[in-house]
């Protein structure tokens, strides 16, 4: 799953990203790990934009905020 995961953040397929969280919740033992798969879901939607400009050639692949 984890390396299923890299893909879709490395080619920037959101609609893949969203069938594997709901995998990963239809899977969870726990209500504490649905929260937390939803948690991440969110964080991940909400930060999509920052998240796939580092897949872009003229980004250099650097976190958004650059490095300190």
């Known amino acids: 799953m984890i390396s299923r995961m890299k893909g879709v953040l490395n080619t920037s397929d959101l609609n893949t990203f969203k069938k594997i969280t709901t995998e990963m919740a239809k899977c969870a033992s726990s209500e504490r790990e649905r929260k937390?798969?939803?948690?991440?879901?969110?964080?991940?939607?909400?930060?999509?934009?920052?998240?796939?400009?580092?897949?872009?050639?003229?980004?250099?692949?650097?976190?958004?905020k650059g490095s300190y």
Do not use: Q
């Open 36 to 64: 937390m798969i939803a948690d991440f879901r969110r964080y991940i939607t909400n930060n999509w934009g920052s998240i796939t400009i580092r897949n872009e050639e003229d980004c250099g692949s650097l976190s958004p």
